[in-house]
């Protein structure tokens, strides 16, 4: 059964760092999204990415985050410079073009440990 | 702000019983609803989504939508040790808001 997958499944940055967080979503799918979840708290939404450009995006997503496609398969996260308060799980999530069908299917997940 | 309300648990129930899991939104347009478990480290994995009023069933899963109410439900039945995780409620079409979780921990 197809999955996404993430990658690495833990980074660990010192604060101020450059991270890219990695993601290939399920094959066939289009719309494709970050979330986040610092640990003990909800699952937050970052950024919804579709037909190469940003559809939505959070509060939590700033100038310090950015998306990307590079080619037909991957999308990642990057984080310019990294703070303590990044420390989460961070999620990547796609599912097909959402006529009816807006189920999202989530990746294993990366952790995110900023010393 | 949108919310997503959700009892945080811990819900305990024996082995065999029914579990019920209770979710309150704030966005009355609402339209796509989902139930997802997760384990403690893991990432959250669908159960079930619901769109329309009334119930869904799935196996042992029962989702139930009351828009009108802004209240959606998750029924397990014959709940089993292996049920024991967070439930999430998730609300939303291209974006999810989520709640909190509910802890559900199933007594062997």
């Known amino acids: 059964e197809p999955e996404v997958t993430q990658t690495p499944s833990h980074q660990v940055t010192q604060m101020g760092q450059e991270v890219i967080l990695r993601c290939v979503p399920i094959s066939n799918h289009l719309y494709f999204y970050w979330y986040r979840q610092i640990l003990g708290q909800k699952v937050e939404f970052l950024v919804s990415?579709?037909?190469?450009?940003?559809?939505?995006k959070s509060e939590i997503f700033d100038d310090q985050f950015s998306v990307e496609r590079p080619d037909g398969s991957n999308f990642t996260l990057k984080i310019r410079s990294t703070k303590l308060e990044d420390s989460a799980m961070y999620f990547c999530?796609?599912?097909?073009?959402?006529?009816?069908?807006?189920?999202?299917?989530f990746g294993p997940g990366t952790r995110l440990t900023v010393t | 702000q949108k919310e997503v309300e959700q009892n945080s648990g811990p819900l305990s129930v024996p082995e065999g019983a029914i579990a019920s899991l209770n979710c309150t939104y704030s966005d009355r347009v609402s339209q796509s609803f989902f139930w997802y478990r997760q384990y403690s480290g893991k990432s959250p994995e669908l159960i079930m989504s619901?769109?329309?009023?009334g119930d869904k069933e799935d196996g042992r899963f029962t989702a139930q939508l009351n828009k009108a109410s802004q209240y959606v439900s998750l029924l397990i039945r014959d709940s089993q040790p292996s049920d024991s995780a967070t439930y999430l409620c998730a609300v939303g079409t291209y974006k999810y808001i989520f709640g909190t979780g509910t802890r559900l921990k199933v007594l062997a």
């Open positions: 999530a796609s599912h097909p073009s959402g006529s009816i069908d807006y189920e999202q299917y």
């Open positions: 990415f579709y037909n190469n450009e940003i559809s939505e």
């Open positions: 619901i769109y329309s009023n």
